[in-house]
């Protein structure tokens, strides 16, 4: 996409996914830097393919579903102006309502859109076990399926990925179908559950 123009991004995840080298030693494991890799913070094989470093701005990223208990997630990107969004946040504020406002926020002329990056671990372990960090207080499937809806469904959404769900994890795949439903559901503008 960065090479066509300038799109926004949107991650839902649980956690910032936003180690890099300038913060941590613990490199290696883009699971855990995507958001710092997408940024243009990492080495350079992965950060600046054909030049086009970074490939969304920093002002173009809104992150979503960060656990509130994850204070040290939200400093870093905050400080560099990307908005972070709490389960808190969105139970206050609505998800279904700060979705809408957000692709609104997209639609701007200089923009060719926006992409929707989903990490299966923004749901709470109690319905979504199938993740490599389960961390307790997390969206229910109703909150993430109000999220997900208006995003996809917007005419600016020029794609979306699922990440980090492990069916290993789930051997009677009961999480994977809760997740393709959601997604599903999404998309339809119905209940996820």
């Not at 030693?25 to 830097?33: L, S, V």
Request: proline letters at 8%.
């Amino acid at each position: 996409m960065r090479r066509i123009g300038r799109y926004r991004l949107v991650a839902i995840d649980a956690s910032a996914d936003f180690r890099h080298p300038g913060n941590s030693d613990r490199i290696g494991a883009a699971g855990g830097e995507e958001l710092a890799l997408a940024t243009g913070r990492g080495q350079d094989d992965l950060t600046d393919l054909e030049g086009l470093k970074p490939y969304p701005r920093d002002e173009d990223v809104r992150l979503f579903g960060i656990r509130d208990a994850f204070e040290d997630d939200r400093t870093e990107p905050a400080d560099l102006k990307i908005p972070v969004v709490t389960v808190g946040d969105l139970r206050t504020w609505g998800p279904d309502d700060l979705a809408r406002v957000t692709a609104q926020s997209y639609e701007t002329p200089e923009l060719g859109g926006f992409w929707v990056h989903l990490d299966a671990d923004v749901l709470d372990p109690s319905v979504m076990p199938a993740v490599d960090s389960p961390d307790p207080d997390g969206l229910l499937p109703d909150e993430l399926t109000a999220l997900l809806g208006p995003l996809v469904r917007s005419p600016h959404c020029v794609g979306l990925n699922v990440t980090i769900y492990d069916p290993d994890l789930d051997p009677d795949g009961t999480a994977g179908a809760l997740l393709t439903d959601i997604v599903v559901a999404a998309f339809a503008g119905r209940s996820g559950s």
